[in-house]
């Protein structure tokens, strides 16, 4: 059965749409991985004033943040808390543990932006110049872009390792690439705090 040229023609576009959808969608899953399942870290963080560990995911963040202050990399452990259901470690750790040593932070919004402001404003307020961030790592991008903006400290990232199925992944990746587009679009801060 021979198509007539408009339906031929029409086809073609069809067909060629297509293929680039499927191109720029096989682009983004790549840059996506490297992002997000794949960060750049550094492999020591280094010494620093404090470890932030950001809220949420709290019974995979935690233990990072702990290990680092007992490995001797921070004296300072401070910890974001939420009273929501995926940080409920990390605030009963903050409401029976906090003091010289655990400071607990209070987001406000509840948002990796507001963290960025609450770390800018706890970084200033204590004089750190260098912090260690702990959060998963397909958070890792969004986390350091907006703390970077609300700051002058210097931010090391250290990744904790999520168990994720690889809907869960893809679903990760479809938020960080929006988080990490609304970062640079609209910055968490217009000027570093402190």
């Not at 007539?4 to 499927?22: D, G, H, N, T, Y």
């Amino acid at each position: 059965m021979l198509l007539s040229p408009p339906r031929a023609k029409a086809l073609r576009i069809l067909f060629a749409a297509l293929a680039a959808a499927v191109s720029v969608l096989a682009v983004w899953l790549l840059v996506a991985v490297n992002l997000f399942y794949y960060p750049q870290t550094a492999a020591e963080p280094g010494r620093a004033d404090a470890v932030v560990v950001l809220a949420g995911a709290a019974p995979e963040r935690l233990p990072v943040g702990r290990e680092l202050v007992r490995d001797g990399y921070a004296p300072i452990l401070a910890l974001s808390t939420t009273n929501t259901p995926g940080n409920a470690v990390t605030d009963t750790v903050c409401t029976y543990f906090a003091g010289p040593a655990v400071r607990c932070f209070s987001p406000s919004p509840l948002s990796t932006r507001g963290e960025a402001r609450a770390i800018a404003r706890l970084a200033a307020d204590n004089g750190w110049e260098e912090i260690i961030v702990v959060t998963s790592t397909y958070h890792l991008v969004r986390a350091e872009a907006n703390i970077s903006q609300c700051s002058n400290v210097r931010v090391r990232m250290v990744a904790s390792e999520p168990e994720l199925s690889p809907g869960q992944w893809l679903g990760r990746f479809v938020e960080e690439t929006g988080g990490v587009l609304a970062a640079f679009i609209r910055p968490a801060c217009a000027t570093p705090i402190g």
